[in-house]
C-alpha cells in the first residue's frame, strides 16, 4: 500500500502545449486519457495539472482568457474544456488533480499577445493603473502582488475554480515576486502604503495577504480541498528575493495544507545537498496539519554528473525524503520526464522508481 503518501507528478503548460495546441475535442480528450494511464500505471496518485500559466485559463473562466497554448491565441475557445477532461479521467483512474495557477505571472517576455479580454490588458493599457497594477520587469509582465483589486481578481479567480470544478486541490508555484525584481516596481506603492515595515518584510506581508485569503476562501467553501505551494528550494532566495514567507506559512495555521519546496539538486550539491536540504526544510514543518512533501527533479536526468551515473537517483532521493520529519509525499517536476524520455538512463530511472513505488 501507499500508505497515504501523496505520489505526484507535473504535468507543466510546455507539455500541454505538446499535448494540445490545435487538437480537437476527441484528440484532446484522448492525449490526457492516454497520459494519466501512464500516470496511473506508474503507480502515481496526484497530478498537478497547470491551468493557469499567464493571467490565462486552460478552463471556462469568468476572468481570463482562453491560454494561447490551446489554439496558439489567447483568448480563442477551444471548444471543450482541458479541466474538466482532465478531473474527469484523473478520477476516473483514481487519481487526484490539483489546478496550478501561477497567480501573478502575465507573460514571462513579449509573447504571448493579450487578448482584449485579459484583465491584465486593461489595467497595462489604463492610464491610473498602467506600471501599478501590473509592471513590466525583466521584460515580462506581472500583476503587483500589493495592489487589493489584483488580490482579489486571484482570490475570485480561485473561487471559481473550485465552485466549478471537482479539483481536490489548488496549487501555487515558485513564482511570487519576479526574479531580480527592481525596488522600482513598487517603490511608489510602498511609499504610498505608510508601512514602518522595510520593503522586503513589506513585500512578504503582500503575498502572505493574498496567500491567506485563498486558504479561507477555500476552506470555507470545501475544507476538503487542498491548497498547497512548491516554493524554490533554495529557501534564502524564496524569502530574500522571490518575497515569499515559507517561515510563516509553515509554522502558522491559515495559510496552507502542504508545502512542496523543489529540492531540484543531487546529493553531492556544493551548497543544497539533496538530503541536507530535505531535512532543513523538514524542520521548519511545524504548523498543525501541514504536510511536507518533496519536489525532485526528474528534468535533469542525464545532465552531467549524478544525474547520469546509477540510474537509481530518483529512487534514493525518495527513500531519502521518506525518512524526513512530517514527510507525507513527494512530485517529480515534470511528466516529461518520467513518460516521454527514452535515454537509457532515463530508462534506468524510471525503472527504479517504478520498482520502489510498487
Known amino acids: ?69 490551446l489554439t496558439g491565441t489567447q483568448g480563442v475557445d477551444p471548444g471543450y474544456d482541458p479541466l474538466a477532461v482532465a478531473i474527469e479521467a484523473a478520477h476516473a483512474r483514481g487519481l487526484e488533480l490539483h489546478a496550478w495557477l501561477n497567480p501573478y505571472r502575465v507573460r514571462a517576455s ?58 481536490d486541490g489548488i496549487h501555487f508555484d515558485d513564482y511570487f515576486y519576479p526574479h531580480g525584481v527592481e525596488d522600482s ?9 505608510g508601512s514602518s515595515l522595510s520593503l522586503g518584510d513589506w513585500r512578504r506581508s503582500q503575498v502572505n495577504a493574498l496567500i491567506e485569503r485563498v486558504y479561507a476562501t477555500i476552506k470555507n467553501y470545501d475544507s476538503s480541498i487542498r491548497f498547497g505551494i512548491s516554493p524554490s528550494g533554495n529557501i534564502d532566495n524564496t524569502y530574500g528575493m522571490l518575497y515569499a514567507d515559507v517561515y510563516t506559512w509553515m509554522s502558522e495555521p491559515g495559510y496552507i495544507d502542504y508545502i512542496c519546496p523543489q529540492v531540484y539538486w543531487g546529493f553531492g550539491h556544493s551548497t543544497q545537498p539533496f538530503a541536507e536540504t530535505v531535512n ?7 504548523a498543525p496539519g501541514v504536510d511536507f512533501y ?34 507525507a509525499g513527494f512530485s517529480v517536476y515534470s511528466y516529461t520526464s518520467l513518460f516521454v524520455s527514452d535515454s537509457q538512463v532515463h530508462r534506468a530511472e524510471q525503472q527504479n522508481l517504478q520498482r520502489l513505488l510498487g
Open 280 to 286: 532543513h526544510w523538514a524542520s521548519l514543518v511545524t
Open 185 to 193: 516596481f513598487d517603490t511608489a506603492v510602498y511609499a504610498a502604503s
Open 1 to 69: 500500500s501507499d500508505d497515504g503518501e501523496m505520489r505526484g507528478v507535473w504535468i507543466s503548460y510546455l507539455e500541454l502545449t505538446t499535448l494540445l495546441e490545435g487538437k480537437s475535442a476527441s484528440a484532446a480528450r484522448t492525449a490526457i486519457e492516454d497520459a494519466f494511464d501512464r500516470i496511473a500505471d506508474y503507480g502515481l496518485n496526484t497530478v498537478f495539472f497547470q491551468v493557469r500559466p499567464f493571467s490565462d485559463a486552460l478552463y471556462r473562466s469568468d476572468y481570463f482568457p482562453w491560454s494561447h497554448i
Open 110 to 167: 513579449s509573447k504571448p499577445a493579450l487578448s482584449a479580454d485579459n484583465p491584465a490588458a486593461a489595467w497595462w493599457n489604463g492610464e491610473e493603473t498602467g506600471g501599478v497594477y501590473v509592471v513590466e520587469s525583466g521584460g515580462g509582465l506581472y500583476y503587483n502582488p500589493a495592489i487589493p483589486e489584483v488580490r482579489e481578481l486571484i482570490v475570485n479567480g480561485v473561487r471559481e475554480i473550485i465552485e466549478n470544478y471537482a479539483v
Open 294 to 327: 518533496v519536489g525532485i527533479a526528474g528534468y535533469r536526468i542525464g545532465e552531467e554528473g549524478e544525474w547520469s551515473e546509477t540510474g537509481d537517483l530518483l529512487m534514493r532521493q525518495v527513500q531519502t525524503a521518506r525518512k524526513a520529519n512530517r514527510y
